[in-house]
C-alpha cells in the first residue's frame, strides 16, 4: 500500500514510518556535530531513534583518504526500534573517499546526496578511484544529487567576517540544512544551540546559521528536492524524555547510585577512547559531591581508587581495554581486601591499541579471569544507553552489599551511540544498602572479616573511627580478624569464601526473562551491545514464520539462576558475538551444551538484518 502524500505549496511530503541516514566526510568536516544535530532536533520532534558514530582513531587522520572518513549513522521512527538501521536510505558523502568508504551500504535507489566541489581529480585518485565514479555507471542504482556544497558555503559567507579557507568549516551545515528540508525538520533548535555554543564567536555562530539556511533554502529552490519526508512523532510512554548516550547514562547511573546510598562518589580514571567521555560528565556534576581525578596513568588511577573506597566513597575506576590490564593488580588488592568498588570497562577492538573507535566484546574472558590467583569477580554488561544508567546502579549496588570490586562492561557501540530515555521516577529507584559501620563488632576488639553470614560480606569500617581500628592488605588475612596468615586450611578457607561470596549473588538478581517465540526449539543467547540487533532480528524472523526465542545476559558472572533451565528447554542455542567465540565457551563450559556461535571482529556492529539472515542459516543447517 502506498504510503499517503501530502501537497504543501511548492512540495510533496510523503510520510514514511522510519529512515536511516548517514553523513560521510573527512574527520574535520563535521560529521558527528552534524549527525547529532539531526538527531537532537528528531529526538526534539518526538521521535524514537539509534545512531552509530562511526570515526578514525587518528587525531588528525589522512586527509582525502578512505583511512580518514568520519561517518554518524542514525535512524529516526514513528515506532519503538533498537538499533540504528541496517542499510542507510539515504548517503550524504563530503568527498570521493567518503563515497568510496560508503556506497556499498547505501540501499538499492537509495538517496545519495554528493558534494560535487570535492570531485576534483586530486581528491577522485587519492580515494582510490581510477575514474570519477560518477561517470563510472556505479552510482546507476541510486538517485544521485550533486550538490555544490562548497561554492554555496563561499557565496553566502562572501560578506562574513571569516575569510580565506576557514570559510569552508561551515560547509557541513549546507548539508544539515539540506536534509533538514528533505526530512522537515526545523532549523530553530540548531540556530539556537549554534548561537549558545559560540556565544563568545559571534561572526562564527553567525557564519554557520548563514550557511545552515543556505542549504535549507537550496532543498527550496531546486525542485529536484520538492518531494519531502516526514517521520511522524513515536507512540512512547508518556514523560519526560532526553537524548542519552551510553557514557552520559552510565555517568548518570553512578551518580543516581551515590545519592541512593547517601555516599560520595569518587571516580578515578585516566583519560583513554572511548571511556574520557565518563570522567568528562562526571566532571560537571560537582553540586553531586562528585569528585574527579585525572591519574597520570591507568594503574595510578586504580590505587587512588582502592584508596578512596578504604575512606567510605562509593569509588569508581574506569578505561578502556587494554587500560583493563594495567588495572589488573590492583583490582586483585581491592578482592582481597574486600572493598566495594566498580570498574567500568568499555570495550573497543583489541589487541594492544587495536582499534580504539571500533566496537568490539573481546574483553569478557579478561573481565572474568584477568588477575592472579584465584579471584572471581561479579561481571555486569550494559546493552544499550538507557540500559547503562541502570546498570551501573546495579554495579553499586553489589559492590556496596557484597563488599566487592565489581566489573561493568560497555562498549563502544553503546558508549557513543544514542538513544531518548524516559527519565525514571526517582521513587521507583532501588534503595541500597552498605555496609558501613560504627559499632564494634566483638568483645576482644573490631573483627574486620566478621562476616554477615547472609550476604557474606564483611564490614566496612572508615578509618578514624574510634574502637574500629584495623588492618587490611593484599597479604593472605585471618578469617574475623583479618591478621596476615599463611596457615594453609585458612588460605583453603578465604578463598572457598571469597567465591562463595560472588557466587550466592545469583540469588540476589533478575532471573533472565524470554522474547519472542517461547515454544521455538531455538534460543538465541546474547550479552552486551548485540541486544538490539538480537532482538529484532528475533522478531522479524518471527513475523517471517520462523520459531525462534532470544535472551539477553546482564549478569555474566554469576549467571542468573533459571539461565540452565531456560537452556534445558531449547533443542539449539545460538551465541552471538562481537568476538571470536567467548561467551560460547563458557556456555558449553558450564551447561555442556554444544551451543553454536556467530561472531564477528570486524570492528562494526551487527545490523538487525544480518543477525537474522545468519541465525535462520544455522537453522536450517
Known sequence: MDEPKLKIENKTVESIPAVTIRFAGDSGDGMQLVGTRFTDTSALFGNDLATLPAFPAEIRAPQGTIAGVSSFQVQIA???????????????????????????????????????????????????????????????????????????????????????????????MIALGLISWVFNRPLEDTINWLNKKFEKLPEVADANIKTLKTGYNFGI????????????????????????????????????????????????????????????????????????????????????????????????????????????????????????????????????????????????????????????????????????????????????KYMTPVILLSDNYVATGSEPWKLPDISDLPSLTNNLTTTNNSKDGFLPFHRDMTTFARPWAVPGVPGLEHRIGGLEKEEGTGNVSYDSANHQYMTDMRAWKIANIAN??????????????????????????????????????????????????????????????????????????????????????????INKVAGEPFTAQELAEKIEEKINE
Open 508 to 597: 540476589d538478581i533478575e532471573p533472565l526473562e524470554l522474547n519472542g517465540d517461547e515454544k521455538a526449539d531455538t534460543l538465541v543467547l546474547g550479552w552486551g551491545s548485540t541486544y538490539g540487533g538480537i532482538t529484532q532480528a528475533v522478531n522479524r524472523l518471527n513475523e517471517k514464520g520462523v520459531k525462534v526465542a532470544s535472551a539477553h545476559l546482564t549478569f555474566i558472572n554469576p549467571f542468573p539462576d533459571n539461565l540452565g533451565e531456560i537452556l534445558s528447554n531449547f533443542e539449539r542455542i545460538i551465541i552471538p558475538e562481537l568476538n571470536t567465540g567467548q561467551l560460547i565457551k563458557l556456555i558449553r563450559e558450564r551447561f555442556l551444551i554444544d551451543a553454536k556461535g
Open 221 to 400: 529552490t531546486v525542485e529536484a528536492f520538492h518531494h519531502t519526508y516526514v517521520v511522524e512523532k513515536a507512540a512512547l510512554p508518556t514523560g519526560e524524555y532526553t537524548n542519552i548516550n551510553g557514557n552520559i547514562g552510565l555517568s548518570w547511573g553512578l551518580i543516581a547510585g551515590a545519592k541512593l546510598s547517601n555516599l560520595e562518589l569518587f571516580y578515578g580514571s585516566y583519560p583513554i577512547t572511548p571511556a574520557s567521555d565518563i570522567l568528562h560528565e562526571l566532571s560537571k556534576h560537582k553540586n553531586f559531591n562528585v569528585i574527579t581525578f585525572q591519574a597520570e596513568d591507568e594503574i595510578a588511577a586504580a590505587a587512588a581508587t582502592v584508596g578512596a573506597s578504604f575512606t567510605g566513597k562509593l569509588a569508581v575506576t574506569g578505561t578502556s581495554g587494554p587500560g583493563l590490564a594495567l588495572k589488573s593488580e590492583t583490582i586483585s588488592l581491592a578482592l582481597s581486601a574486600e572493598l566495594p568498588m566498580v570498574i567500568v570497562n568499555v570495550q573497543r577492538g583489541g589487541p594492544s591499541t587495536g582499534l580504539p573507535t571500533k566496537p568490539e566484546q573481546s574483553d569478557l574472558l579478561f573481565a572474568l579471569y584477568g588477575r592472579h590467583g584465584e579471584s572471581p569477580l561479579p561481571v555486569l554488561a550494559s546493552r544499550s544507553p538507557s540500559h547503562a544508567f541502570y546498570t551501573a546502579i546495579e554495579a553499586s549496588r553489589i559492590a556496596l
Open 78 to 172: 514513528d515506532f519503538d526500534i533498537l538499533t540504528p538501521g541496517d542499510n542507510p536510505e539515504v548517503l550524504v558523502a563530503m568527498n570521493p573517499a567518503a563515497l568510496k568508504a560508503h556506497l556499498h551500504d547505501l540501499a538499492p535507489n537509495g538517496m545519495l546526496i554528493i558534494n560535487e566541489d570535492a570531485f576534483e581529480e586530486k581528491n577522485i585518485t587519492k580515494a582510490g578511484y581510477k575514474i570519477d565514479p560518477r561517470e563510472s555507471g556505479e552510482l546507476d542504482g541510486y538517485r544521485v544529487f550533486e550538490v555544490p556544497m562548497e561554492k554555496l558555503t563561499k557565496e553566502a559567507l562572501k560578506d562574513s567576517e571569516i575569510k580565506g579557507r576557514a570559510i569552508l568549516r561551515s560547509k557541513n
